[in-house]
């Protein structure tokens, strides 16, 4: 038996319906004709794995360009046209295509209608076309029959169909212009046909490689950006890898991936910065462009030519240079069906996207939705946990819960010191792992040794019950071992030790459990001798936890330090920020009786006509007004670490600068604290008006100096305290704030050490009574971070030079001036003082030693 015509043996088998008719031809085989049989297979096996090896070749997308350039580079050498071109058919589309290479040797993708034109009447109805004169046929179409680098003169349009189903246009080849000055005739027609069959059979296999290509490739995409997806939870990590892997997926320049903001009816995301590392937010109307209209309908979006598109906003292109050719967006969904963002990618690298990306993108985003749902629950989840986790950490109460045996669940930094835990210093941090880590899990009445705790928290997990026990006394202490860990070698670590309920002299080790394994001579107890003993005084607040249905799930014991410590940074907070009262605090508790001189701003305040203001009120009215009012000052200058040194009646009295010395300017920190009062002072007297009561109205005066600082009185009574000149002087400045009819006056040595920052106008040179030297003073207006009024910045021009001139002598200029300013502000007091004083000085021109300076006669 020969096997001369035994080719296509694997086409035979898969057209073949029987079973075992290969096994019934073998069976008499010799030897021979069986290994011929066997070449013959493996030859056909061959041709599949090298189709399977094209499929899998990243080249292949290219090979369809190739084979199109050299067609249609033979074709028109041929049938001597000056230009040919073969369009494909995009069914889904209904338009025909074509890549076309450029002068510079750059291919761009051209699509046409399917319907327009000689051209789509050749791919419509599978007639061929000769043309001896273009723009005299009827169906000729200007923008389809011809190229703008070769205007059509003759012409020839011939289909190609296809190879499964002949009555099927796969393909369209137009010849421009015979050469020779002739037209085509239907020989070229007839010539063409003879190889038109076999382009039409390469095309269409060529095609269908390429689809199963991208099909291939897809799948494999989409399963390693499904299984990317779910590696992290984070919400920043899962947005870039959603956006990294959609564009991988559908071989796109860009791709962006926009969340839904329900409350801001925005869609926002987050892209990366020049450097790549960090990224940044974006956000835009859920209701505008391309992606606002597939988050307001819910529709995808397959835009083959963007700039046809009325939805396309070109701005951004424009202003980068960049060409967005087509955009393919689409919603994503959550796991209830609920719009939760839009991926919308940009480019496709090789022509237009499709209904097969489409497809997979769809996919895609079924999964992203589940990845983005799971990502932002996660984030929730998180942010709840911090949110509890700063609201423990940032009381000043220690708190510790328990789960339902009393077993300690969580406990804040402020019950960790409290146990004695040092938290401070560069140790601190393994102390307070240390210290978490052997605290956690355990009793709580064996970490705080409180005869009632116990019986207490148990009557609460068991029925609900809240309990208050007020000043107890819990003996703690710091037992010191050695460090034996690799990554803390040879340190020193401090344990809690708890002093034993029936036997005060013996003390309970809580670091056995972490240090036992390392260090084997770490007792259980040790005596008193060998602890360094703590004592505390403590309020014990015991609470519940519960569930939204009403059940107990925990406990909560609250430990109130009210011991001596606690009792003096109370004190302290009344008269300064609680930062400065903890650094005084690490000084010592004489910090503050030590007299020192200091540089330092001084802030007084009085409030306007308060007799007058008062006279009507009752004596709980006028304190419930000086209350509410002293509140809102005292937090301005708290705000910007001043230390509030005392009240006197309706006045006070605040130093920035001591009883420690600031990191900022203290002449600035006082000038900001002072517009903050003028601020508050509105807002406070915006509510007396609705309640119908009068404005008050305040005076503030600020000088800078050195003072002498520290704890001033007798043994029975002391204050902090600082004396000196400069506490003086700004008492006088806020008195002279009646006199010149402005709420805040400062000295020359305060606006020295901020005068960059400031608005402010020389309001004159004044000498104090009891002193020699003369000190110019100014109004402060504001910031040099807010803009003046124009109005503002010419009255305070002409003002400046009416006092040039008023200080040089030169009254009658500097009355002009003066007069001029107050055609802008006309009730001015600053102003009228010295147009009055100038035209005094003109009709009595004063003696040759006259400096303009105002000697004051009173306090």
Partial sequence: MTFSNAGNVLAT????????????????????????????????????????????????????EQLLDAFTLKIGQILQAERTTIFLVDSHRSQLWSKVTLDDGTTKEMRLPSDVGILGHVATTGEGVVVETASNHPLFNKEVDESPTCPAKNLLCVPIFSSKDRSKVAAVAQLLNKQGNVSFTQVDREQFQLFADSIGIILESCQSFYTAAQNQRGVGALLNATTSLGKSLDLETTLRSVMDQARKLLKADRSTLFLLSEETGELWTKVAKADGKTMMEIRIPANKGIAGYVASTGTSLNIPDAYQDPRFDPSTDQRTGYITRNILCMPVFNSEGQLIGVTQLINKHQG?????????????????????????????????????????????????????????????????????????????????????????????????????????????????????????????????????????????????????????????????????????NVPPKVPKSQVQCLERSINLTVTPLTNPEGGVRGGLVVLEDISREKRMKTAMYRYMTPNVAEQVMALGEDALMVGERKDVTILFSDIRGYTTLTENLGASEVVTLLNQYFETMVEAVFNFEGTLDKFIGDALMAVFGAPLPLTENHGWMAIRAALDMRRRLEEFNKHRIIENQPKIHIGIGISSGEVVSGNIGSQKRMDYTVIGDGVNLSARLESLTKEYGCDIIISEHTFNLCADRIWVRELDKIRVKGKNDAVKIYELIDEKSAELDPGMAKFLYLYKMGREDYLSGNFEQAIACFEAAQQICPNDKPLTLHLKQARTLLENPPSGNWDGVRTMTHK
Avoid at 18 to 24: E, F, Q, S, Y
């Fill in 352 to 520: 237009s996207f499709t209904a097969t990306d489409e497809f997979f993108m769809e996919a895609f985003n079924i999964q992203a939705g589940i990845a983005l749902e799971n990502a932002q629950l996660f984030q929730d989840v998180n942010v709840e946990k911090q949110y509890q986790k700063d609201i423990l950490q940032s009381l000043s109460d220690a708190v510790i819960s328990t789960d339902m045996k009393g077993r300690i669940v969580t406990i804040n930094e402020a019950a960790l010191e409290l146990l004695g835990c040092p938290l401070k210093g560069k140790n601190g941090r393994r102390h307070k792992q240390v210290w978490e880590a052997n605290l956690t899990g355990g009793f709580i009445w064996d970490a705080i040794p409180i005869d009632s705790l116990k019986f207490r928290l148990e009557d609460s997990l068991a029925h609900a019950a809240r309990h208050y026990v007020p000043e107890q006394t819990v003996s703690l202490g710091l037992y010191e071992i050695q460090e034996e860990d690799t990554e803390y070698p040879e340190e020193t670590i401090s344990i809690l030790a708890t002093s034993d309920l029936q036997d005060r002299e013996i003390y309970h080790l809580w670091g056995r459990r972490t240090f036992a394994h390392r260090n084997g």
């Fill in 13 to 64: 088998l898969i057209q073949g319906n029987r079973m075992g008719a290969l096994a019934r031809r073998v069976k008499d085989l010799e030897v021979a004709e069986f290994i011929c049989l066997l070449d013959f297979i493996t030859a056909e096996f061959q041709q599949y794995l090298r189709a399977i090896d094209l499929i899998n070749d990243d080249a292949l997308e290219t090979i369809l």
